[in-house]
């Protein structure tokens, strides 16, 4: 059973859990609404109760099935993702959605070590469109594209 309980599948499964609930609790205060008319809250509250079902699936299939142990010492992926993460949220409003995505694509690239730059300018190509495409076309979400200076 203590195989079982430090499987990855397990502990993924408990940690989407943990962001689902805790964002559940930040999101405790904003009014939810109905489907046909959406307050602040109803999709934040929606995502985390879906990161909730997704954790509990994946928990009780890895007690089922028990899965492979989480490497040990693989702190360069973790630094790198959250680096990323951190630079997304930090850069967006000062240097607009382009060069932040750039910046973050490739902070978390490096988690993966072997960085090729034809690869890595074609991703950044691709997801740099994706997400303006998305995002400031189709969704027209009012997020500056470049940095104030242009």
């Known amino acids: 059973m203590g195989r079982v309980l430090t499987s990855k599948d397990f502990l993924a499964g ?3 859990m943990a962001f689902g609930l805790l964002g559940l609790w ?6 939810i609404g109905t489907a046909g ?5 109803y999709f934040p509250r929606l995502v985390c109760v879906l990161l909730i079902a997704i954790g509990a699936a994946l928990a009780i299939t ?18 790198f993702v959250t680096l990323s993460c951190l630079a997304f949220a930090l850069l967006l409003r000062p240097l607009g959605l382009v060069v932040t995505l750039l ?11 072997n960085i090729r730059p034809a690869a890595l300018a074609l991703l950044c190509l691709i997801l740099v469109v994706a997400n303006v495409g998305i995002f400031v076309i189709a969704m027209r979400i009012q997020i500056p594209l470049w940095p104030a200076a242009f």
């Open 14 to 16: 408990n940690l989407y």
């Open 103 to 113: 910046i973050s694509i490739v902070l978390a690239r490096f988690a993966g070590g």
């Open 62 to 79: 890895s007690l089922v099935r028990p899965g492979e142990s989480p490497d040990r010492g693989m702190w360069r992926p973790f630094i």
């Open 37 to 41: 008319a959406m307050e602040a809250g």
């Open 26 to 31: 930040l999101g405790r205060t904003l009014d």
